[in-house]
């Protein structure tokens, strides 16, 4: 894709701050550094976001997340967690729109960044869980 920052990136037409690459993915700090290593690990190959994996690519992506998040752990000790993230569309604030995975180390509770779960347990009877549950299985079935 000729407009897409990520494949720019990934074809050394943009600089970027290379943390990991190899045939498949691409590693690089995000610039916003929203904590110190924050990393994005994008595939080589573009595609917008993850309803357009197919199950090998979805494989070899998902399969570096551990060996860049264990490298992040061993440059930064003081690393007490990390956030991983994939946000795909708009409305689940995607920005670029080259699938990419967000790994963001925890250094305290103070860090600048959180994460909010709503619990609506409550809103939801079991039938409804149930109802929503067959739902979802009957496509991954299909899929």
């Known amino acids: 894709m000729t407009?897409?920052?990520?494949?720019?990136?990934?074809?050394?037409?943009?600089?970027?701050?290379?943390?990991?690459?190899?045939?498949?993915?691409y590693a690089f700090l995000d610039i916003t550094q929203v904590t110190k290593g924050h990393t994005l690990l994008v595939p080589k190959k573009h595609?917008?976001?993850?309803?357009?994996?197919?199950?090998?690519?979805?494989?070899?992506?998902?399969?570096?997340?551990?060996?860049?998040?264990?490298?992040?752990?061993?440059?930064?000790?003081?690393?007490?967690?990390?956030?991983?993230i994939n946000n795909n569309k708009e409305l689940a604030y995607q920005s670029v729109f080259h699938s990419h995975i967000h790994l963001i180390p925890r250094y305290s509770k103070e860090d600048d960044f959180s994460i909010h779960f709503g619990n609506h347990q409550e809103d939801y009877s079991s039938?409804?869980?149930q109802e929503i549950a067959e739902k979802i299985a009957k496509q991954v079935t299909n899929a």
Do not use: H, W
């Open 3 to 25: 407009d897409c920052i990520f494949c720019k990136i990934i074809n050394q037409e943009i600089p970027s701050y290379k943390v990991y690459e190899d045939d498949k993915v």
């Open 127 to 129: 039938e409804q869980m």
């Open 47 to 84: 595609v917008t976001d993850i309803f357009e994996y197919d199950p090998a690519l979805a494989g070899e992506v998902f399969a570096r997340v551990p060996k860049v998040a264990q490298a992040l752990e061993k440059a930064f000790p003081e690393i007490e967690g990390m956030n991983i």
